[in-house]
Structures are given as structure tokens and as C-alpha cells.
């Protein structure tokens, strides 16, 4: 017994000095450097329009209208019914619930041999070419890309591909009434890199390009 | 298939070699008792700690002292975690709770506890809707350290037993524990975390935020917290549970390309490190050389295999009319489940990086994977966790592994297995044997288990249907059991039907048996290592004859992959034919 005791005592106190070092003071201290650092990035780049908080530059959000119904906002299943605003570029598939939802993410986990999976993907193949197909008259099925398709990990991915935003250009530019050469112009200049070059893709940010088209069209509309 | 993805892969093995090679001689230093840059800094936090703990750091314990303070570690740090968690309210007072989340019930709690002791991380909650900050920095931070560290422990201890010349000593386990935390996992966990906030991870205590969108339709609430330092340890530490319910997926955790590439290397940086360490503690690094390209041939046939199976796309995807070849701007592929700014070959790498380690950290989801793509981690569970594996456990597995390799060459060639002039004889042999299909053993019963009754099917999703189904049970098992803790995600433990856990329960059956699969599959082997460790510590060391069977050249690597690959596949073939093997040969679609 004295022998489990002398044991017992390095073994507490030891994991009580741990939770100080580790769960206390580490976390306060990165939380303090990178505050003081990083300030945007340690809050989760937040961006702001006219005073009001309007969204995270990493996090994915909806660029959607709210549906009225004899003057009030329709439900369904508890949550809003929106329609995608065609003057915006357009986020990937979410799997969250409602979409885009970034207080629970979620994943989609839609199997690779699955009737459901086939469905979804048939579903947002055909709700993309609805958007667009009026405004790029070769889009097909088979011309979508696939991450106009596919649901995301994350629920909340902030970007698409650079295939998918030039292909949303031509609806965008139409409806503002832009040429599409200064939308594609925009895209090129908020499409992100790969990491060092090599790792990873090419990535378009729907909030910061969207935010760029109403500077230009701010005015006009 | 794209350049850049290919370049992403073999960028990935130059760039970790090359941080391993010297990785590897900072931790023969620290574990030799030596001097390190960091000593004026931590050298008084060290000797403070001995003091108020009252032992002595020179004293050298033989296995069963050593194993009795690390499971006397481990029960503290288990109970005091379950506590942690289950009064999650009472520690409101530090304002670490913003949403004023309640505890998770108490099963739910026994899996989560058991799975952050044992390095799985198995997650049957969500992060952002489950836990208090304070839960996540002073439960789950703390444990991601700790259980590293004696997984580390182990292997050091193992390795002292190969290479001891006299007596029974280990070393001494709280000094091994302490200096693992203060010179490798401390330090470096800064670095990375800072590093990952400078590329947009986050680091506040605020609340979560409201946003109203710049449609009318976009409004959104955003989690926050402290992320990236339990996002650094989480990755150094292979632990892989994430802060968030999506893991390295979340923006927040994983933020661009970069970010990707780095915290693979940082899942990788210790155990591959740790391969050289060994080799540079024998004093015969050839020895380590030969263990690094085992494990590195292993991991390229995993990583090529996953990439080309994902870069083909799904058949669900072909029968709805997509193309998933590449296109001028779009790199194709299975991209369901999967982030933009990974791509196909960032998301498959990462995969096999995490499952080859005990990491099992996802940053795409791993049930959306294709049938082959999706085999890939189950093959690298069913290697248990050797292929660099695991902080220290990878390292002390692919020991026993080598131990039993030179045993059945010693059959071959008709002379007494001798590893590093060391005589294996029958009892190391038993001990090696059982240690390593405890892991197995424990996997494929609680599968059965589950399989085989109401209470277990009532995990599986409803999307599960088919081979999917006994595809997420046995991944569910195997993962838990190698400590891994990466999931088809839909295998449920927690029905949770808002944030905040009121009026949420448990799955018992999944909870209890994951959590006893967990620790059993840890404690077991880690105790059989030790054992092992002591039994080869007293024994005298011979000088090499003209028969002694070579074990740092090309022929035993290739018998070395030989073994592992046959008790892996003996071990798991006709679970696997079941679930992911069926998937990848039908087109069928299940219903």
C-alpha cells in the first residue's frame, strides 16, 4: 500500500501541474501572442460592411434571398426557404443543416455507392444548370465541374473552383449588366494560389469576389 | 490525376525526410539526458516539477516499476478528465462557456474520456455544439500531451531495453514523461500553433458570432475559440481529435493549401523522427535507415493507390451524368466530401498520413471516399498502426513486428534469432506474438458484436445501407482499437438533437464497447512492449558471427513488409471482402 501511495502522489501531482502548464497557461499564452500578432486572423477574419458584421472571410455563407409569402418569411421544416441571388457567385453544396450552418458543422457523408448520393449530385447538377445554363448556352451536365456538384467536407468551404466561378461569370455579368471580362478580370484577381506552389488548388473566395462586384456595381444598381 | 498532385505527394516525402533526419537527433539528445537550446529556459520548470512531485529523475525503474507509474499516470489523468467533462457547468465561473453548454452524458463522457486517454480521439460528439472552452483546453488539450507523451514513453523505454548493456533499468518514466512534454511537445505545439494562426487558424475566448450575410438569405452564427493551440498538439501529438465536429476539414482549423501540407508534416515529423532517434541511440543508424524505408514503401503504395481510386471519381458520380476528369480549372475526381483548396490529392494524402499514424484527424470525409480509395485506410488500420504509426507507438509496434520478423528468418536460415546482438528466445517471442494480436483480436470481436445484434446496428446511419453499413461498423471497431479514431463519420455513438447537450443521450452500447475497445487495445500492447523491454534489458550482448542474419539491409526490409503485410492481411481479409472490397468491384448502386 505505501508503495502505491508513493506512487500515487508524483502521479497527481504531476497531472494537476500538467492541466496548469497545459490546459491554462499554454492556451493563454498563444491566445495572447496571436492577439496581439494576428489580431483579424486570431478573431477569424471578420469582415465588416456599414457598420454591420457581415460574415468571415473563411467561412462559407449563403448568398441566398429569403422567400416571402403573404408578406411573411416561408418555412419550411423550421427553417427559412431562400432562392440563390443570381446577381451573386454562388457557394459549394453544403451538407450542413440548415446550409452553410457554421455553429454545427457536419459532414455530407454521402457514400460512393449510394442511391441517395447519385440523387444529390443529380439534384445539384440540375439546380446549377438552372442558374446558368440561360447564360452560357453550352453548359451541360457534363460540363459542370465537379465541385459545383459534389457537397464540401466542411459544409462551410469559403471557395470554389476556378472553372466554376468562370462559368458563374456569365450569369453574374449578365444580370449586373458587367462585361464578362472585367468579372473574369476579378476572378483572376481573388483567386488564392497553392501552398508553396505545389500543394493543394487554385481557389476562388466567393464572399471577398462578391464583395469586389458590388464596389464596382455600387451605384449602377 | 494532375502534376500538381503528384507533386504534392513526393514534395510531401522530401520535405518530411528531410525535417525527420534532424528531428530525430534532437530527440536522441533530450532522451540521452543531454543538454538542448531549450535547457536554461525549462531546466528549472523540470527539476521544480521533480521536486514538488517528490521523486527522484535518476532513478531507473525496471518494467513493472515503470509500468505501474504509467498506469498510475493514466488512471489519474482519466479520472480527472471524466470529471473535467462531466461538470462542465461548475466551471462557468471562468467565463470559458459562453453558450452555457451542459456536460455530456455520462456514457458519451466514458467513450470521449477513454478515446482522449488512449491517443484515439474517437469522437462520437461535435466540438463546436458539445463543449465548454475550458472543457477543450483543460480536459482535451491537456490529455492530447499527455497521452502522447507516454505513447513516446514506450518506445524509449523499449528502445533502452534492445540497446541496455547491463541490469533491468527503463529508465525512469515520470523523468522520460516530463522531459516529452517540456522539450519536444511544448515547444514545438508553440511554434506550430503560431504558425497556423499567421495562415488564419483562430484564438479567442469570445462568443460565437453573429453575422447577417450579405443576402438576406446569408445570415449565420460561427463557432469560436481557442483553436489553434489545441490544433498544434493535436497534430504533433497524432491525436487527431478535432476542435470541431468536420476536424482539419473546418476552415478554422486547416485554413489554406499551406496549412495542409504542414500539419501533415507535423502528424509525421515525431514518429518518423523517431525511427531515426533509435537508430542513432544503437549507435547503428543503418538500423533505423532500414525501418524508415519499410514504412516509407508502404506509405507511397497507400498514398498512390488512394490518390488514383479518389482522382477516378465514384460510381455514383458517373451514373449521375458528372465528369470528374480533369478540366481547365477544376482538378475532377471524388470531390464529394471533399474541400476546394485541398484538392483530390491534398485530401488522399492527408488521409493516408492520418491513418497510417494513430492520428486519424480527417480534413475530408472519409465515408464519401470511393470503395478502393476508402480500402486504403482500412489497410492501413489493418497494418496496426506501423507504417511510422502512432507517437512512440508506431515506433515500439514495428519493434515487435522486427523482433518477429528475425524469429521467423532464424527459422529460415536454422540458427537462434539474435536482434542487435541480443538472443530472442522463446518467452520474447510469446510476448511479441501476443502483444500484437491484441489490437487485431479486439477490433474484429467488438465488430462481431456489434454486427451481430439490435444494440449495435442501431449505430448505423441510414445512409448506410448495404456493405456500407458493415463498412462503417468494422471501420468504426478498427479504428478505436488502433487508436486511431478517424470514422466513417455516421457510425453514431450521441443523439443529440440540439446544441448545448439538453435532452441528448448516448448510444450505450456503442459508447461502452468503444471505450473498453480503446483502452484494452492500448494498455494491452503498451504493457506487452514493456514486458518485452524488460526481457531483453538483462541479457548479454554477443558479438556478430558470419551468421548472423543482417537487419539493416534491402533483403530484410523486403521480409519485414513481408510479415506485416501477412498477419494484416491473414488478420483482416474476410472482414474487408465484406464491406470496402465489395464496394470498389460493383458499380451497383444500394438503395
Known amino acids: 500500500m505505501t508503495a502505491l501511495k508513493r506512487q500515487l502522489i508524483p502521479a497527481i501531482t504531476l497531472m494537476l501541474a500538467l492541466i496548469l502548464l497545459l490546459g491554462i497557461l499554454y492556451p493563454l499564452l498563444i491566445t495572447g501572442i496571436g492577439q496581439l500578432a494576428f489580431p483579424g486572423n486570431s478573431n477569424g477574419q471578420q469582415v465588416h460592411l456599414d457598420g454591420k458584421l457581415i460574415g468571415s472571410k473563411l467561412i462559407g455563407q449563403q448568398f441566398t434571398d429569403l422567400v416571402y409569402k403573404h408578406g411573411k418569411v416561408e418555412m419550411s421544416d423550421g427553417e427559412p426557404v431562400t432562392t440563390p441571388d443570381p446577381r451573386y457567385f454562388q457557394t459549394r453544396p453544403s451538407g450542413t443543416v440548415p446550409a452553410d450552418n457554421a455553429a454545427a458543422t457536419t459532414f455530407a457523408n454521402l457514400g460512393p455507392n449510394d442511391l441517395a448520393t447519385k440523387q444529390a449530385i443529380q439534384a445539384n447538377i440540375k439546380s446549377y444548370l438552372q442558374q446558368n445554363a440561360k447564360y452560357d448556352p453550352g453548359l451541360t451536365a457534363a460540363k459542370v465541374p465537379v465541385d459545383a456538384a459534389d457537397t464540401s467536407a466542411s459544409g462551410i468551404d469559403p471557395d470554389i473552383s476556378q472553372a466554376n466561378a468562370w462559368i458563374q461569370a456569365h450569369r453574374v455579368a449578365a444580370v449586373r449588366g458587367l462585361p464578362v471580362a472585367t468579372v473574369m478580370a476579378l476572378i483572376s484577381k481573388y483567386t488564392g494560389g497553392r501552398g508553396l506552389g505545389f500543394s493543394g488548388e487554385p481557389t476562388v473566395n466567393v464572399l471577398e469576389l462578391n464583395l469586389a462586384l458590388n464596389r464596382i456595381t455600387k451605384g449602377t444598381q | 490525376m494532375t502534376f500538381y498532385g503528384w507533386a504534392t505527394i513526393f514534395g510531401f516525402v522530401i520535405l518530411l525526410t528531410l525535417l525527420a533526419l534532424p528531428f530525430g537527433r534532437y530527440m536522441a539528445v533530450v532522451y540521452s539526458g543531454g543538454r538542448t537550446w531549450l535547457d536554461p529556459v525549462l531546466g528549472p520548470v523540470e527539476r521544480l516539477l521533480y521536486r514538488i512531485m517528490r521523486v527522484d529523475a535518476g532513478e531507473g525503474q525496471n518494467w513493472k516499476q515503470y509500468a505501474k507509474s504509467l498506469i498510475l499516470f493514466s488512471l489519474v489523468g482519466w479520472l480527472l ?411 453514431t455513438g450521441f443523439i443529440q438533437p440540439n446544441a448545448g447537450n439538453l435532452g441528448s443521450h448516448g448510444v450505450t452500447f456503442a459508447d461502452l464497447v468503444g471505450g473498453f475497445t480503446m483502452l484494452f487495445a492500448r494498455y494491452g500492447p503498451i504493457l506487452f512492449a514493456l514486458a518485452i523491454a524488460g526481457s531483453l534489458a538483462g541479457k548479454r550482448i554477443s558479438p556478430p558471427g558470419l551468421g548472423t542474419m543482417r537487419t539493416d539491409n534491402a533483403t530484410f526490409v523486403v521480409l519485414l513488409i513481408g510479415v506485416i503485410v501477412l498477419v494484416g492481411a491473414l488478420t483482416f481479409f474476410p472482414a474487408l471482402l465484406l464491406g470496402p472490397i465489395v464496394q470498389g468491384l460493383t458499380g451497383h448502386l444500394y438503395s
Open chain 2, 81 to 491: 478528465l471524466y470529471f473535467i467533462l462531466r461538470t462542465q457547468t461548475l466551471w462557468d465561473f471562468t467565463g470559458l462557456n459562453p453558450l452555457h453548454y451542459h456536460s455530456m452524458p455520462w456514457n458519451v463522457t466514458f467513450n470521449t474520456t477513454s478515446s482522449f486517454l488512449t491517443n484515439t480521439n474517437w469522437q462520437y460528439y461535435g466540438g463546436e455544439t458539445t463543449l465548454s472552452y475550458f472543457s477543450q483546453m483543460a480536459g482535451l488539450t491537456v490529455q492530447n500531451f499527455a497521452s502522447a507523451a507516454v505513447g513516446i514513453c514506450v518506445a524509449i523505454a523499449l528502445i533502452r531495453g534492445i540497446v541496455g548493456r547491463s541490469g533491468k533499468s527503463l529508465g525512469n518514466f515520470w523523468s522520460d514523461v516530463i522531459r516529452t512534454c517540456l522539450y519536444i511537445l511544448l515547444p514545438f505545439s508553440i511554434l506550430i500553433a503560431l504558425v497556423l494562426i499567421f495562415q488564419g487558424s483562430i484564438q479567442n475566448f469570445t462568443t460565437y458570432l453573429h453575422v447577417s450575410g450579405l443576402t438576406s438569405g446569408g445570415a449565420q452564427t460561427i463557432a469560436m475559440g481557442p483553436v489553434a493551440s489545441q490544433e498544434a498538439i493535436k497534430m504533433l501529438g497524432t491525436n487527431g481529435g478535432g476542435f470541431f465536429n468536420v476536424n482539419s476539414a473546418h476552415p478554422f482549423e486547416n485554413p489554406t493549401g499551406f496549412t495542409n501540407l504542414f500539419e501533415m508534416l507535423v502528424v509525421l515529423v515525431i514518429p518518423a523522427g523517431l525511427v531515426f532517434c533509435y537508430g542513432r541511440i544503437c549507435e547503428r543508424p543503418r538500423q533505423g535507415y532500414a525501418i524508415y524505408a519499410t514504412m516509407m514503401l508502404m506509405f507511397l503504395g497507400a498514398v498512390i493507390v488512394c490518390y488514383v481510386a479518389e482522382a477516378h471519381g465514384s460510381p455514383a458520380q458517373h451514373a449521375a451524368g458528372l465528369h470528374t476528369g480533369v478540366i481547365h480549372g477544376s482538378s475532377g475526381g471524388n470531390l464529394e466530401g471533399k474541400e476546394q483548396r485541398f484538392g483530390i490529392a491534398g485530401s488522399a494524402l492527408f488521409d493516408v498520413v492520418t491513418t497510417v499514424t494513430s492520428c486519424g484527424a480527417v480534413n475530408s470525409a472519409i465515408e464519401s471516399f470511393t470503395g478502393i480509395g476508402g480500402a486504403v485506410p482500412f489497410a492501413n488500420l489493418s497494418a496496426s498502426e506501423v507504417i511510422f504509426g502512432g507517437v512512440g507507438t508506431g515506433l515500439y509496434s514495428i519493434l515487435l513486428y522486427v523482433l518477429l520478423a528475425v524469429f521467423l528468418g532464424g527459422l529460415m536460415v536454422g540458427r537462434t534469432p539474435e536482434y542487435l546482438g541480443k538472443k530472442i528466445e522463446a518467452r520474447e517471442i510469446k510476448l511479441v506474438v501476443l502483444g500484437l494480436l491484441l489490437t487485431p483480436l479486439a477490433a474484429l470481436f467488438s465488430t462481431a458484436l456489434a454486427i451481430a445484434g439490435r444494440a449495435g446496428r442501431a449505430s448505423i446511419s441510414a445512409v448506410g445501407s448495404g456493405p456500407q453499413g458493415f463498412s462503417e461498423t468494422l471501420y468504426a471497431y478498427l479504428s478505436q482499437a488502433n487508436n486511431n479514431g478517424s470514422a466513417f463519420a455516421d457510425y
